[in-house]
């Protein structure tokens, strides 16, 4: 396995609103940090611990769907349930990684919208995000 990069930056464009996003691991020991920047902005932080089972089920993806990662707000809108989707979804990115480790999340929580309100592009902004976090892994 390859050792780590400190610090990685993907920047890619979102086309379906043309926002530019950038994604930035760095990576400790002990801890990751993913900064992903919309258009400049971040306002939402969340606390991603990788539980037991994702520590001793890492870079195995078949057990992917039940991997205990419950993300907790640190700051923004507790109640925004797509941030705590996509909190908990890069959280099995990172723990399918191979390299698996507390994670520090910080996203532009505008783009996504409200929490209580739907979009149909609200599932093709996830895997967006999940495919650009992959390329912080290069997975």
Same mark, same amino acid.
């Given at each position: ?70 993300? @907790?707000?640190?700051? =923004?809108?507790?109640? #925004? $349930?797509? &941030? ?6 890069? +959280? %099995?990115? @990172?723990?399918?990684? =191979?390299?698996?480790? #507390? $994670?520090? &999340? ?6 996504? +919208? %409200? ?11 996830? &895997? ?12």
């Amino acid at each position: 396995m390859e050792s780590p990069q400190f610090s990685k930056t993907v920047v890619s464009k979102y086309e379906g609103d043309n926002v530019e996003v950038e994604f930035h691991k760095i990576e400790f020991d002990d801890k990751v940090i993913i900064n992903i920047k919309i258009d400049g902005a971040m306002d939402s932080t969340f606390d991603v611990p990788m539980s037991n089972k994702a520590l001793m089920a890492a870079g195995d993806s078949r057990v992917e769907s039940d991997l205990g990662i419950e993300p @907790v707000v640190l700051v =923004g809108d507790s109640g #925004n $349930t797509k &941030l705590q989707i996509v909190a908990t979804q890069v +959280g %099995k990115v @990172v723990a399918t990684s =191979g390299r698996p480790k #507390n $994670t520090i &999340l910080s996203v532009g929580s505008r783009w996504f +919208g %409200k929490g209580d309100e739907s979009s149909e592009d609200d599932f093709t902004k996830l &895997l967006f995000v999940l495919e650009n976090v992959k390329k912080l892994y290069s997975i």
